[in-house]
């Protein structure tokens, strides 16, 4: 009787911890987005998909990725303008570096490398010229990548987030 109700005792620890472990590994790896419930795109540059927080007007974009203190791998934050312009982006409030990818036409126009945020809202990237679309990523995530000028970028269809 002893030696039965040891192996319940262990099965219900390996159970348990097991149940624990699949909880913290999908809060780990969760993709985390903006509690605004903002659309989510996914978008495929080469052979890579990244998830993006779509942010589509003046507010959102103001704010971006300010204030968060990482950003997973595969997530990016998505930029969207209602026609092309040659805009400006600060790092205000940020707390990682950046690659940011000026898009035109759902193509890469241009790629700034490694952004950093150690100036905040004092350092400014501009677009080389005038961009529909700017996505932002992790720093260094473009050059291992190996992202280029002139690469494809494919959206799919909006979703909405889930906070």
Known sequence: MKKNTLIIFL???IVIASVFW???REK?????????????KEIKINDYNFLAEVVDNSEKRALGLSGRPELCPECAMLFV??????????????????D????ASDEIENISKNVSHAQGSAEVVQAPGPVDKVLEINAGISEKLDLKIGDKVEFSNFSKAKP
């Not at 780990?28 to 989510?40: C, G, K, L, T, W």
């Not at 303008?81 to 950046?98: A, C, I, T």
């Not at 940011?100 to 898009?103: D, E, F, G, Q, R």
Request: net charge negative; hydrophobic share 60%.
């Open 100 to 103: 940011i990818i000026w898009i």
């Open 11 to 13: 099965a219900a620890v």
């Open 81 to 98: 303008f209602e026609k092309p312009n040659q805009v400006s982006f600060w790092m205000k409030d940020m707390q990682f570096d950046l």
């Open 28 to 40: 780990m790896v969760a993709p985390q987005f903006s509690e605004a419930e903002n659309s989510i």
């Open 22 to 24: 699949l909880l913290i």
